[in-house]
């Protein structure tokens, strides 16, 4: 099923109809930018040439590439070339026009350095794309974003950039359209936006079922992407997994990880967070009315259902399989997914939609969107409130409570109660964000309720 990507898809299509042209879509694996492209390529009527790079030398990736024009017969007989550049002028030659797809490009410097990778395609794209759209793809995203700085011999090649993200909560609800807001709120809260997961979640399951059937069971394909993910790009996968299962559903402050994770201060750490950050696994996180202090600055994970396999399944591989996947969510992921997992996520889809309504124009003066720190020390605590709106120096927050039930006016007033308790904080509007929806409500708060993340933004 392919979902959203309407403006992405129109982009796509513009730039293949388009000889003498070039492309880059990039993003992180399983996000759908394959699919994206085999679309588009549907809708034109150029030759097509898609190839998937491999992870060899340049000369058997030439060669590997010269099977596909066999294949697609473009080449009327096989026929040796030594470059990727003899192939490219062999196909300026022809009569006709091409759109071609260089898929997993970073396969290509597997076993030569890319600076020569980039210098041979920026030959290619100056010199030999008379008839020919190209579109260079890849999912590891440092190398890809690389391709985009001065220094590279790309930079400035590309009349197109795509940097293809998960679907938001809205769209990957498209998967699960029988379920209430309540449970599409828990089912993006684990299985997050990525089509190749979303694909295989059963509208007619309940949560625990999708779970036990994907995440839980060892052969499934959600699960071996969640175990595999760090082990195609990462060099240093067990550290990396170490840093993950200390993240887990929370987030941490870089001195909180070198302490839970005994690192000594060698920067190895920093290294590791950043290519972390780059493979766009994890990202720092800091409240808006705080955004450089460094105390304040914290990391977390940033896709969903890794964040549920380092919750849930890492840590606990073993029980995992001494107990079996039934047992298992009954003992150690259902105590907690309801009332600690599923509520933090919701959380940062609060926050996305709020930033939906800006995108629209629906929220005019709107300068941030994130968490807002407080420090109050008469009472003695400190802590963040949820979503909170900047508008200059004046803000609006937001409470947002994943509820089983409805929201009560006790629960209104003791939420609101803290709110007004802080006298920095200059607050202009108080609302909430309740999953069911409030038992009653009273004048002077804003209310949204899970029925309403899931309509058209009204504001």
Same mark, same amino acid.
């Given at each position: 099923?392919?979902?959203?990507?309407?403006?992405?898809?129109?982009?796509?299509?513009?730039?293949? &109809?388009?000889?003498?042209?070039?492309?880059?879509?990039?993003?992180?694996?399983?996000?759908?930018?394959?699919?994206?492209?085999?679309?588009?390529?549907?809708?034109?009527?150029?030759?097509?040439?898609?190839?998937?790079?491999?992870?060899?030398?340049?000369?058997?990736n030439? /060669?590997?590439?010269?099977?596909?024009?066999?294949?697609?017969?473009?080449?009327?007989?096989?026929?040796?070339?030594?470059?990727?550049?003899?192939?490219?002028?062999?196909?300026?030659? $022809?009569?006709?026009?091409?759109v071609?797809?260089?898929? *997993?490009?970073?396969?290509?410097?597997?076993?030569?350095?890319?600076?020569?990778?980039?210098?041979?395609?920026?030959?290619?794209?100056?010199t030999?794309?008379?008839?020919?759209? $190209?579109?260079?793809?890849?999912s590891?995203?440092?190398?890809?974003?690389?391709?985009?700085?001065? &220094?590279?011999?790309?930079?400035?090649?590309?009349?197109?950039?795509?940097?293809?993200?998960?679907?938001?909560?809205?769209?990957?609800?498209?998967f699960?359209?029988?379920?209430?807001?309540?449970?599409?709120?828990?089912?993006?809260?684990?299985?997050?936006?990525?089509?190749?997961?979303?694909?295989?979640?059963?509208?007619e399951?309940?949560?625990?079922?999708?779970?036990?059937?994907?995440?839980?069971?060892?052969?499934?394909?959600?699960?071996?992407?969640?175990?595999?993910?760090?082990?195609?790009?990462?060099?240093?996968?067990?550290?990396?997994?170490?840093?993950?299962a200390?993240?887990?559903?929370?987030?941490?402050?870089?001195?909180?990880?070198?302490? &839970? !994770?005994?690192?000594?201060?060698?920067? #190895?750490?920093? &290294?590791?967070?950043?290519? !972390?950050?780059?493979?766009? $696994?994890?990202?720092?996180?800091?409240?808006?009315?705080?955004?450089?202090?460094?105390?304040?600055?914290?990391?977390?994970?940033?896709?969903?259902?890794?964040?549920?396999?380092?919750?849930?399944?890492?840590?606990?591989?073993?029980? $995992?399989?001494?107990?079996?996947?039934?047992?298992?969510?009954?003992? =150690?992921?259902?105590?907690?997914? %309801?009332?600690e997992? @599923?509520?933090?996520?919701? *959380?940062?889809?609060? +926050?996305?939609?709020?930033?939906? %309504?800006?995108?629209?124009?629906?929220?005019?003066?709107?300068?941030?969107?994130?968490?807002?720190?407080?420090?109050?020390?008469?009472?003695?605590?400190?802590g963040?409130?949820?979503?909170?709106?900047?508008?200059? /120096?004046?803000?609006?927050?937001?409470?947002?409570?994943?509820? +089983?039930?409805?929201?009560?006016?006790?629960?209104?007033?003791?939420?609101?109660?803290?709110?007004?308790?802080?006298?920095?904080?200059? @607050?202009?509007?108080?609302?909430? =964000?309740?999953?069911?929806?409030?038992?009653?409500?009273? #004048?002077?708060?804003?209310?949204?309720?899970?029925?309403?993340?899931?309509?058209?933004?009204?504001?």
């Open positions: 099923m392919f979902v959203a990507r309407s403006e992405e898809l129109s982009q796509l299509t513009s730039a293949m &109809k388009r000889s003498n042209h070039a492309a880059l879509l990039y993003g992180k694996r399983r996000v759908g930018k394959t699919r994206l492209i085999k679309e588009a390529l549907q809708q034109q009527d150029k030759t097509a040439i898609y190839y998937e790079c491999i992870k060899g030398t340049m000369k058997e030439v /060669d590997a590439f010269v099977k596909v024009l066999l294949a697609e017969r473009v080449l009327p007989f096989a026929s040796s070339f030594d470059t990727f550049q003899d192939v490219f002028t062999f196909l300026n030659s $022809l009569p006709r026009e091409f071609v797809v260089i898929d *997993e490009y970073p396969y290509l410097s597997t076993f030569v350095e890319s600076q020569k990778i980039d210098s041979v395609f920026q030959s290619i794209v100056d030999k794309l008379g008839n020919i759209s $190209l579109i260079l793809s890849g590891q995203i440092s190398v890809m974003k690389n391709l985009l700085e001065e &220094k590279d011999a790309l930079y400035g090649r590309f009349g197109l950039i795509i940097h293809l993200q998960e679907l938001n909560y809205r769209e990957a609800a498209a699960y359209p029988s379920k209430t807001p309540y449970e599409k709120i828990a089912f993006y809260s684990v299985f997050g936006g990525s089509p190749f997961v979303l694909q295989q979640i059963h509208d399951e309940t949560l625990e079922e999708n779970i036990i059937r994907t995440i839980l069971t060892p052969s499934n394909p959600v699960n071996l992407y969640a175990f595999n993910i760090l082990l195609s790009d990462y060099t240093n996968a067990v550290n990396a997994e170490r840093i993950l200390a993240l887990g559903n929370g987030k941490k402050r870089y001195t909180e990880l070198e302490n &839970k !994770l005994q690192s000594n201060s060698t920067g #190895n750490l920093a &290294k590791q967070m950043k290519s !972390l950050a780059s493979m766009e $696994l994890v990202r720092q996180v800091a409240p808006i009315n705080r955004p450089n202090d460094a105390k304040k600055k914290c990391y977390e994970i940033n896709d969903n259902l890794i964040r549920f396999y380092y919750a849930y399944v890492y840590p606990n591989k073993s029980s $995992l399989q001494m107990i079996g996947a039934r047992t298992f969510f009954e003992q =150690i992921v259902s105590p907690t997914l %309801l009332s997992f @599923v509520p933090h996520r919701f *959380e940062e889809l609060c +926050r996305s939609f709020f930033s939906q %309504l800006a995108k629209s124009g629906k929220l005019p003066g709107i300068t941030n969107i994130g968490t807002y720190y407080y420090d109050d020390p008469v009472r003695h605590r400190n963040e409130f949820d979503v909170a709106l900047a508008f200059g /120096d004046e803000y609006e927050i937001f409470e947002a409570k994943y509820y +089983r039930n409805p929201m009560t006016l006790d629960e209104i007033h003791r939420e609101a109660g803290q709110v007004w308790e802080i006298d920095a904080l200059n @607050v202009v509007r108080l609302g909430f =964000i309740a999953a069911n929806g409030y038992a009653e409500q009273e #004048n002077g708060y804003t209310y949204y309720s899970g029925e309403n993340l899931y309509q058209l933004p009204v504001y």
